[in-house]
């Protein structure tokens, strides 16, 4: 493969970009601005590559030019010393590149809406349901992403039945993608006083938030509920109608909202929650398409798969899907999710370079 004169191509649409983001015309338009530069962040790192690339291809054909000129024998034995070590990193830089080379999902880069709800095993499956939920909210923390509670519907023992919540930052669908699935703890619950280990599962489903431009909906296909919110709120909670359900009538997705004390920010939420939504509908209906052509291991996937078991008697995790186990669980439940999210990048990478 010419990595260079891929690699090029890619530098000269960098070069293009920008320019137009010099152009005052664009300047005015914050919307294209936001766009491209996306765009240039999205091939920096290729454009870093191509530069080290040439230079080494560069400084390779000037240690040849020197084996096969020069006269001096203590000049051309540094020169293949010199040349075994460029050729070396070439070929180091020509794997990397071919990492990089991967199309990206276009998804990566935006903020997502996450679901958690409680799956089978009673008081044990919401509490579990909570710290799950407390793991990602700690995880984003350590990211410095900003998170806001859509929804929250609490259970008994502390535990919650569901959880709806939005992730702001820097290339969070890429980090949360594999997250979608089944998680199942095993160990000895709070509520169970005989010692024994019992098993439990919660639902994770990670969206990436649909953008106004990508999702249009015909509001009177939406018939919106106006009741009284259930959950903390003090003075507020049944006395005044904030809380809001929005239902689709094409699909029948229902989404609601009673976080906020304002009846017209929940309306923004709901609404927020509902395009994601459907822009999810549409991704899984694109995703069942590639996976007929090619079954993936780290697939998105079938969202009742389940992907990982947390084993507190153990500290152990296990993502099932590629086979990883970490005696780490107790760092893992504060929040410490980067090793699990790496090596899971790191399968989907290899599996599309097979690909």
Not at 1 to 9: A, C, P
Not at 58 to 82: C, F, P, R, T, Y
Not at 289 to 294: L, N, P, Y
Request: hydrophobic share 35%.
């Amino acid at each position: 493969m010419d990595y260079l004169e891929k690699l090029k191509q890619i530098k000269e649409k960098y070069d293009s970009i920008e320019a137009e983001l010099s152009d005052p015309s664009i300047l005015s338009d914050q919307a294209k601005v936001i766009e491209l530069s996306k765009k240039r962040s999205s091939l920096t790192e290729i454009v870093e590559a191509y530069i080290k690339y040439a230079k080494l291809l560069k400084d390779i054909e000037g240690n040849k030019e020197i084996i096969d000129s020069s006269k001096e024998a203590d000049l051309v034995e540094m020169a293949q010393m010199e040349l075994e070590e460029l050729e070396a990193k070439r070929d180091e830089l020509e794997e990397d590149i071919k990492i990089i080379l991967i199309p990206k999902d276009p998804n990566d880069t935006k903020n997502v809406i996450v679901e958690i709800r409680a799956g089978t095993g009673g008081d044990e499956a919401g509490i579990f349901a909570n710290d799950l939920f407390r793991m990602y909210a700690r995880f984003a923390e350590l990211k410095g992403w900003k998170m806001e509670i859509m929804d929250l519907n609490d259970s008994t023992m502390n535990g919650i039945k569901e959880v709806v919540f939005s992730l702001a930052g820097n290339e969070i669908y890429g980090d949360m993608k594999f997250e979608s699935g089944v998680h199942r703890v095993q160990r000895v619950p709070a509520t169970e006083g005989s010692g024994r280990v019992h098993t439990s599962a919660a639902s994770v489903v990670v969206m990436p938030e649909a953008e106004d431009v990508e999702v249009e909906i015909d509001m009177s296909d939406v018939k919106i509920d106006v009741y009284r919110s259930g959950g903390a709120g003090g003075q507020n909670v049944n006395k005044v109608e904030t809380a809001i359900r929005m239902t689709h009538l094409p699909t029948g997705i229902v989404v609601q909202c009673q976080d906020e004390r304002s009846q017209l920010k929940n309306r923004q939420k709901a609404l927020k929650v509902l395009k994601t939504r459907l822009y999810d509908m549409k991704l899984e209906e694109h995703n069942e398409e590639i996976s007929a052509a090619r079954k993936s291991v780290v697939k998105r996937g079938d969202r009742s798969d389940k992907i990982r078991t947390y084993n507190y008697p153990q500290n152990r995790v296990t993502d099932h899907r590629i086979g990883l186990t970490l005696y780490d669980l107790s760092t893992i439940m504060e929040g410490d999710l980067f090793e699990l999210i790496e090596k899971m990048k790191i399968a989907d990478r290899t599996e599309k370079l097979k690909a």
